[in-house]
T-cell receptor, first 115, second 113 residues
Framework: GAGVSQSPRYKVAKRGQDVALRCDPISGHVSLFWYQQALGQGPEFLTYFQNEAQLDKSGLPSDRFFAERPEGSVSTLKIQRTQQEDSAVYLC?????????????FGDGTRLSIL | GDSVTQMEGPVTLSEEAFLTINCTYTATGYPSLFWYVQYPGEGLQLLLKATKADDKGSNKGFEATYRKETTSFHLEKGSVQVSDSAVYFCALSEASGTYKYIFGTGTRLKVLA
C-alpha cells in the first residue's frame, strides 16, 4: 500500500531482551518521526530523521533506545535490555518535507509488551 | 516548552447531537495545529489542519478554527454519527526546528444510536 508500514504489529518480550521495531515510510518522504504512546495518553516524541540524518533524539528516554535510518528510507527503533516501563505503542510517522504545515502520516504502530 | 491541553473524556452523545472538543495550546512562535482521529484498532488519521491564525480547517463535517487570541483550536461537528465514535487528538507542530508534534492526551467520543 501507499501508507506508512510498521512491523511487527505486536511484540511480546521478556524483560532484559532486545527488540527491534521497523518502519517503512511513504516513498519520497524526507522526514521520519518516532513516537511512544502509553495507554490512555497522547503520543510523545522520541526522535526525528531528515533523510538519513538523525537531527533530534531529545525524546529518547534512555541510552537503551537507539534509532537508525541508514539509507534515508526504512527506519529501525531498537530497545536494548527492555524494561516493563517500555511497554507502549510505538508509532512511526513520515512527512514529505521538513516544514511545519506538512501533516505527518502515521503507521498503525507496534504494540510492545514487556513481561 | 510547548504544550497542548484537551478536554478530558469520555464524551458520550446521542446521534445527531452537536459536538465540541476543546483544545488549547501554549507555544513559541506560530505553530501549525492539527486534529487526528484514532478509530478502534487503527492508527492515527489526519482529520483537519490549520497553519495560521484565523484559518479554518474542515473535513467530514468537522471544523476547527485557529484562534491566536485565545490560543485555541476547538473541534466542532454539527451532527455526530455512531461512526464518529473514536479517540480525537489535538496536536501542534513546532514553528521551527524539527516540526515534531506535541499531542494532547486525547478525548474519547462515544456516540449512541
Amino acid at each position: 500500500g501507499a501508507g506508512v508500514s510498521q512491523s511487527p504489529r505486536y511484540k511480546v518480550a521478556k524483560r532484559g531482551q532486545d527488540v527491534a521495531l521497523r518502519c517503512d515510510p511513504i516513498s519520497g518522504h524526507v522526514s521520519l518521526f518516532w513516537y511512544q504512546q502509553a495507554l490512555g495518553q497522547g503520543p510523545e516524541f522520541l526522535t526525528y530523521f531528515q533523510n538519513e540524518a538523525q537531527l533530534d533524539k531529545s525524546g529518547l528516554p534512555s541510552d537503551r533506545f537507539f534509532a537508525e535510518r541508514p539509507e534515508g528510507s526504512v527506519s529501525t527503533l531498537k530497545i536494548q535490555r527492555t524494561q516493563q516501563e517500555d511497554s507502549a505503542v510505538y508509532l512511526c510517522a513520515s512527512s514529505i518535507a521538513g516544514t511545519g504545515g506538512q501533516p505527518q502520516h502515521f503507521g498503525d504502530g507496534t504494540r510492545l509488551s514487556i513481561l | 516548552g510547548d504544550s497542548v491541553t484537551q478536554m478530558e473524556g469520555p464524551v458520550t452523545l446521542s446521534e445527531e447531537a452537536f459536538l465540541t472538543i476543546n483544545c488549547t495550546y501554549t507555544a513559541t512562535g506560530y505553530p501549525s495545529l492539527f486534529w487526528y482521529v484514532q478509530y478502534p484498532g487503527e492508527g492515527l488519521q489526519l482529520l483537519l489542519k490549520a497553519t495560521k491564525a484565523d484559518d479554518k480547517g474542515s473535513n467530514k463535517g468537522f471544523e476547527a478554527t485557529y484562534r491566536k487570541e485565545t490560543t485555541s483550536f476547538h473541534l466542532e461537528k454539527g451532527s455526530v454519527q455512531v461512526s464518529d465514535s473514536a479517540v480525537y487528538f489535538c496536536a501542534l507542530s513546532e514553528a521551527s526546528g524539527t516540526y515534531k508534534y506535541i499531542f494532547g492526551t486525547g478525548t474519547r467520543l462515544k456516540v449512541l444510536a
